[in-house]
Nanobody, 121 residues
Framework: QVQLVESGGGLVQAGGSLRLSCAASGSIFSINFMGWYRQAPGKQRELVATITDGGIINSADSVKGRFTISRGNAKNSVYLQMNSLKPEDTAVYYC???????WGVGERHYWGQGTQVTISS
């Protein structure tokens, strides 16, 4: 099993910044990619940004130029630097990881418990 522990959410005013962190632990051979998704009340969960083991980034158009995703040196952690925050960024943010438990075994996806981000206008 793998555990993803998130931190860094909170309440900030529009235009402010937050930095989310997520650390993976457990039975991990490799992590192919890690990323962040978010879910606002009454809406479906949506992609924010992902980053592969090789550093390839995919991000939503709504956050380009404002949010930056990065991985830690040990590759078991991922960060999301969020700048110029807007009220529409308010959501629960979830960390996601695609984990291989052994060489040659298919990856499994794991989710964190979520961290609330609230942006006041």
């Amino acid at each position: 099993q793998v555990q993803l522990v998130e931190s860094g959410g909170g309440l900030v005013q529009a235009g402010g910044s937050l930095r989310l962190s997520c650390a993976a632990s457990g039975s991990i051979f490799s992590i192919n990619f890690m990323g962040w998704y978010r879910q606002a009340p009454g809406k479906q969960r949506e992609l924010v940004a992902t980053i592969t083991d090789g550093g390839i980034i995919n991000s939503a158009d709504s956050v380009k130029g404002r949010f930056t995703i990065s991985r830690g040196n040990a590759k078991n952690s991922v960060y999301l630097q969020m700048n110029s925050l807007k009220p529409e960024d308010t959501a629960v943010y979830y960390c996601n990881a695609a984990v291989q438990h052994a060489w040659g075994v298919g990856e499994r996806h794991y989710w964190g418990q979520g961290t609330q981000v609230t942006i006041s206008s």
